[in-house]
T-cell receptor, first 115, second 111 residues
Framework: SAVISQKPSRDICQRGTSLTIQCQVD?????MFWYRQQPGQSLTLIAT?????????ESGFVIDKFPISRPNLTFSTLTVSNMSPEDSSIYLC????????????FGSGTRLTVV | LAKTTQPISMDSYEGQEVNITCSHN???????ITWYQQFPSQGPRFIIQ???TKVTNEVASLFIPADRKSSTLSLPRVSLSDTAVYYC????????????FGQGTELSVKP
């Protein structure tokens, strides 16, 4: 089955700075997504990372705050910009599996703490 | 996208069968029902997916009535390692649709 690697696995950042999270899939996939999971909560979809075009953001999330890149079919990045303590959360990427399999695969997440 | 409703939490004991029911009254014709499992500090893991009737794999069974307005995830003979949050999702992810997570059910398995 496809494997998704996220880097970094965790980070502690100063408020006002930005962090870029990388997501690498070991096979080409059509769809990649970015989620946020706040402590003790469910996952909230941030955006769909579209290959070769601008990401599609969900209500409440904007490109200036969460710029996303998807340069090819195996890689995507999410940047959390101008961070505040409220951005402390786990950020996860996911991707659809190659043809013939069901369900999406998720990375293990990036635990971000903003101080 | 169809909204799902699940119990917030459930308790069980090792060796018991656990059934978690999910309501999805507004499920669309093209929607599949998918269940994920999430352990602390990990991303969700796909468990099972179905469209109607019954689906069984090595991990669980999924029961879906004819009207598809609900579904039940059945975990046979749970162990302590099955303690996790279980999410029920509906969507057309077979066509690459986005997945929207509900609140999930926190299952606690006790010795």
């Amino acid at each position: 089955s496809a494997v998704i690697s996220q880097k970094p696995s965790r980070d502690i950042c100063q408020r006002g700075t930005s962090l870029t999270i990388q997501c690498q899939v070991d096979s080409q996939v059509t769809m990649m997504f970015w989620y946020r999971q706040q402590p003790g909560q469910s996952l909230t979809l941030i955006a769909t990372a579209n290959q070769g075009s601008e990401a599609t953001y969900e209500s409440g999330f904007v490109i200036d705050k969460f710029p996303i890149s998807r340069p090819n079919l195996t890689f995507s990045t999410l940047t959390v910009s101008n961070m505040s303590p409220e951005d402390s959360s786990i950020y996860l990427c996911s991707a659809d599996l190659p043809t013939g399999l069901n369900g999406y695969t998720f990375g293990s997440g990036t635990r971000l703490t903003v101080v | 996208l169809a909204k799902t409703t699940q119990p917030i939490s459930m308790d069980s004991y090792e060796g018991q069968e656990v059934n978690i029911t999910c309501s999805h009254n507004n499920i669309a014709t093209n929607d599949y029902i998918t269940w994920y499992q999430q352990f602390p500090s990990q991303g969700p893991r796909f468990i099972i997916q179905g469209y109607k009737t019954k689906v069984t794999n090595e991990v669980a069974s999924l029961f879906i009535p004819a009207d598809r307005k609900s579904s039940t995830l059945s975990l046979p003979r749970v162990s302590l390692s099955d303690t996790a949050v279980y999410y029920c999702l509906v969507g057309d992810n077979n066509q690459g649709g986005k997945l929207i997570f509900g609140q999930g059910t926190e299952l606690s398995v006790k010795p």
